[in-house]
T-cell receptor, first 114, second 117 residues
C-alpha cells in the first residue's frame, strides 16, 4: 500500500529565510507526487507535481521540489519565504496505475515570523 | 482550466437530518470523482471513489449507507450524509480526476464545512 510521511508537524521560519519541507513516500513503482497548500478553512491548491522526467520540478509561488528515488523523497523548497506562505502543506502520492488513488501525508503547518 | 466547485460551502443542520453536497467539474469531464473528509488539524482521508454511472467504491471503515454517493454525470457527483450526527461534522472535499498528456491529476474543490448540531 502506498503511504506518505511528513515528519515535521510544525515548522517556523523567519520571513526571507529559506524553507524545506520533508516528504517521504512508500510505493512500489514510480509514483505521481504532489504538493498542495491549504489556507485555514480553504480547499487545496496544487503547488507542483511530478509525473516523470526532470526530477526537479518548479511550481507556483516560487516553490520547487526534487524527486529522489534513492531516498524515496519529494522535499519542497523555497529560497525565500514570504509571510503569505504561512499555511498547511500536504505532500501526496498517487498510484501511477489506473486506480488514481491519492494518499496524503499528515501535513506540515508553516508559521512565518517577521 | 480544471476547476471544481462544491455547493454549499458551509452548512449547518440538526441532528437526524440529511445533507446533500454537490461537486461539479466546471470545465472538464471527470470520469472519476473522489470524496475526502478532513478532521480538524488532520490530513485528508479518502472516503470513496465514484465513477460515472456506477456504484461508488468506499474505503474501509466508511459507512456506505450513511454517506451516499451518486455520480450521475461526467460533471456532477453528490455526497449525501444521511441522518447526520454531530460526529459527522467535518470538512468534506471532493476532487475530479482528469487524464492529461503528462499523466493523471486530481483537481480539488474548495470544500464544504458541515456542522451538525
Amino acid at each position: 500500500a502506498q503511504s506518505v510521511t511528513q515528519p515535521d508537524i510544525h515548522i517556523t521560519v523567519s520571513e526571507g529565510a529559506s524553507l524545506e519541507l520533508r516528504c517521504n513516500y512508500s510505493y512500489g513503482a514510480t509514483p505521481y507526487l504532489f504538493w498542495y497548500v491549504q489556507s485555514p478553512g480553504q480547499g487545496l491548491q496544487l503547488l507542483l507535481k511530478y509525473f516523470s522526467g526532470d526530477t526537479l520540478v518548479q511550481g507556483i509561488k516560487g516553490f520547487e521540489a526534487e524527486f529522489k528515488r534513492s531516498q524515496s523523497s519529494f522535499n519542497l523548497r523555497k529560497p525565500s519565504v514570504h509571510w503569505s506562505d504561512a499555511a498547511e502543506y500536504f505532500c501526496a502520492v498517487m498510484n501511477s496505475g489506473g486506480y488514481q488513488k491519492v494518499t496524503f501525508g499528515t501535513g506540515t503547518k508553516l508559521q512565518v515570523i517577521p | 482550466g480544471a476547476v471544481v466547485s462544491q455547493h454549499p460551502s458551509r452548512v449547518i443542520c440538526k441532528s437526524g437530518t440529511s445533507v446533500k453536497i454537490e461537486c461539479r467539474s466546471l470545465d472538464f469531464q471527470a470520469t472519476t470523482m473522489f470524496w475526502y473528509r478532513q478532521f480538524p488539524k488532520k490530513s485528508l482521508m479518502l472516503m470513496a471513489t465514484s465513477n460515472e454511472g456506477s456504484k461508488a467504491t468506499y474505503e474501509q471503515g466508511v459507512e456506505k449507507d450513511k454517506f451516499l454517493i451518486n455520480h450521475a454525470s461526467l460533471t456532477l457527483s453528490t455526497l449525501t450524509v444521511t441522518s447526520a450526527h454531530p460526529e459527522d461534522s467535518s470538512f468534506y472535499i471532493c476532487s475530479g480526476a482528469r487524464t492529461s498528456g503528462s499523466g493523471n491529476e486530481q483537481f480539488f474543490g474548495p470544500g464544504t464545512r458541515l456542522t451538525v448540531l
